[in-house]
């Protein structure tokens, strides 16, 4: 069996570990040092320059709007016009690399959710849609949201969602509270995808549709941030958005009315193969931190290496990181070949493994920095939040658990 990357993959893997180790990890100092000197400014939500700076190197290194793969169920990438044409399994092994550093992905305009958006955009989206909305996302001229889940309602059971659409004449009236709505704190944020209930008598998977809400509509309010343990994400932000009597064109409606299911199916299929990779890029940068920490360190008069619970834990570290990755890739091998549904029960795995897989592992790494494992010396805290919110986003782990068990039953009925 041949598990080797293909030579586009290898070839830009190379430049994008270059591009990492010269432009990247320099910056990480930098980026802290912005965010710090932003609070105390009063400027929290204001773009960061040391990303801004990075964008054009990273565009003429030929490292830009990588994620978008040519097809995806039937939905086509119209004549390769976007993107360069990765497949899920040759983009996988990249968004390892970016997730190294949480903030990278945006230099190379492959962060959520614009990455979701500007997909579902192009695939679902009309041709107006996209000449107004995906082709600034995609020259990273502007941001954009997704808003889904909501506070009053269980959102892991999307069929919950209370959020209204209702049709009035050329126009669609919407009104909704919906919270963890990452990306609309930023300043630059000019489009959300809205999902809400257009017929609430339909059949369960026929009420929800999505539209395009401008994000100057009259009606959109930003509530507030949501905290992190303790971290707010600004300039991104995770924020509480009211929707209240917001007015759109009719024309704003994505594929159709009923139709909010099927393009979900289709946005969170490639999402979750970007944030298990990423995991996977940041569980390998704890394990590295931990080795380095191990040798140096030293307790009860012998180096933190040569004891028996360091050893098994990095043992078992690279265990769990590698059956990760290679759980993960063949779930994006089985997307392009099969589509996302013929890939759900590996895309449903790999989401319940390497958000726990990382969690794990940077957990080690905290132990074994001790005191500086939970400060601001190390980014292993920062990780650690990163990681255990994916235990949430795009699902929960228990609905995953679910599904995956369903269709193993499904084998012995």
Known sequence: MDFSYSPRTQELQARLLRFMDEHVYPAEAA????????????????PLEVIEKLKPKAREAGLWNLFLPPSADGHTNTSGDYGIGLSNQEYAPLAEIMGRVPWSSEVFNCSAPDTGNMETIIRYGSAAHKKQWAEPLLEGKIRSAFAMTEPAVASSDATNIEARIERQGDEYLINGRKWWTSGAGDPRCKIYIFMGKTDPSAPK???????????????????????????????????????????????????????????????????????????????????????????????????????GVTRERIAQARCMIDQARLLTLKAAWMMDVAGNKGAKAEIAMIKVVAPSMACQVIDWAMQLFGGAGMSQDTPLAYFYTLSRTLRYADGPDEVHRNAIAKLELGKHA
Do not use: Y
């Not at 710090?36 to 929290?44: P, V, Y």
């Not at 009211?242 to 999402?271: K, T």
């Open 205 to 307: 998977h026929a009420q929800q549709s999505m539209v395009l809400v401008p994000a100057e509509t009259p009606g959109v309010k930003v509530l507030r941030p949501l905290n992190v343990f303790g971290f707010d994400d600004a300039p991104h932000g995770h924020m509480e958005v009211l929707f209240e009597n917001v007015r759109v064109p009719v024309s704003n409606i994505l594929l159709g009315e009923g139709r909010g299911f099927e393009i979900a199916q289709g946005r969170l299929g490639p999402g979750r193969i970007h944030h298990c990779m990423r995991l996977i890029g940041l569980a390998e940068r704890s394990l590295e931190l931990m080795c380095k920490r191990a040798i140096k360190r030293v307790a009860f008069h012998r180096p933190l290496a040569e004891q």
């Open 31 to 46: 980026w802290w040092a912005e965010i710090e000197a932003n609070t105390a400014a009063g400027k929290r939500w204001t």
